[in-house]
């Protein structure tokens, strides 16, 4: 009988969290990604690109684009694989609407890309800063086309309607994993609440996008599943990427997903009525958004 060596438990930690060569990514250089960052350090905004730990920001910021994050900076919401600030927000900046348009303008973006994090401690959720944001872009950059990734409302369909009727081309809402999963990674989010979200979002006449993330401990049969509870429910859009542990204090990678299979997500998901799919293991939901129209 050979004896097979002991490996500790923080060897297995080590091993486990070890990234594959095809997770590698740039680090952000160039003159168009500092121009970028002068602007966003100017009209003191903030990116989901550098407080979502971003792997794309290099070469989205390189390329002169940037996802804006309105609402702060501090989410209400507590997700256990997402590097945002959780705590009590501070009060919204009204002038916010006109710094980011005003920003995206002098970028000279041709889609831009919006997001915020969750306010569920306004009665409107933000709708309002939702609405005048978008309202603002339209009229200071009208060529630029716009997507929209709005949070869970809770519900507050009179929030979600004003939140997509300014004129955005795209709505985006994340349904982020499989339904089996919702408890340990979005505890205080509903699966059917956000499908019902997005078909709301549907029904309102617009295109509709989400997205998840693969590598928390999902099988295929529970992603083909959410593809199907998607497509009926009016979602024309849908990206998949590789969970990326932010820090130790969140949810560990259970499986680094292979190239392969995120290929074949790709093919099943159109099989499945998908307009467009974008899967590959450094998708995010905004990543190569101009693409999605």
């Known amino acids: ?10 060897t297995e930690t080590e ?4 990234k594959p060569d095809w997770l590698r990514v740039k680090l952000p250089i160039g003159e168009d990604y500092r121009r970028v960052r002068t602007l966003v350090d100017e009209y003191k905004l903030h990116t989901i ?19 804006f994050m309105i609402l702060g900076n501090v989410c209400t919401r507590s997700c256990s694989f997402c590097a945002v600030k959780t705590g009590r927000p501070n009060e919204y900046d009204e002038d916010e609407p006109r710094r980011v348009a005003e920003a995206i303008f002098l970028m000279q ?3 831009a890309v919006i997001t915020s994090v969750n306010r569920d401690e306004l009665k409107d959720r933000g709708a309002e800063i939702w609405y005048q944001t978008v309202k603002k872009i339209k009229e200071a950059a009208p060529q630029t086309t716009i997507e929209t ?11 979600l309607h004003r939140m997509i009727n300014a004129g955005q081309e795209v709505v985006s809402h994340n349904m982020e ?15 059917e609440r956000s ?49 990326l542990q932010p820090t130790k204090m969140h949810i560990e990678v259970a499986e680094f997903i292979h190239p392969d299979i ?32």
């Open 1 to 10: 009988m050979i004896e097979l060596p002991l490996v500790s438990k923080s």
């Open 15 to 18: 091993q486990r969290a070890r």
């Open 49 to 67: 690109c550098q407080s979502g730990n971003c792997p794309n920001m290099g070469e989205c910021w390189g390329a002169g684009t940037a996802t």
């Open 109 to 111: 973006v041709k889609h």
């Open 149 to 159: 990734l709005i949070p869970d409302v809770k519900g507050n369909w009179d929030a």
């Open 177 to 191: 994993t499989v339904e089996s999963l919702y408890r340990r990674v979005r505890p205080q989010a509903r699966y």
């Open 195 to 243: 499908l019902e979200q997005i078909k709301r979002t549907k029904q309102f006449g617009k295109r509709t996008k989400s997205g998840i993330m693969v590598g928390l401990g999902e099988t295929k049969e529970q992603v083909f599943k959410i593809m199907d509870d998607l497509t009926t429910h009016g979602c024309d859009v849908f990206t998949i990427g590789q969970y």
């Open 262 to 293: 995120f290929a074949m997500y790709k093919e099943e998901g159109l099989k499945r009525g998908f307009l467009y799919v974008e899967s590959s293991p450094l998708v995010r939901s905004s990543y190569h958004a101009e693409r999605h129209l």
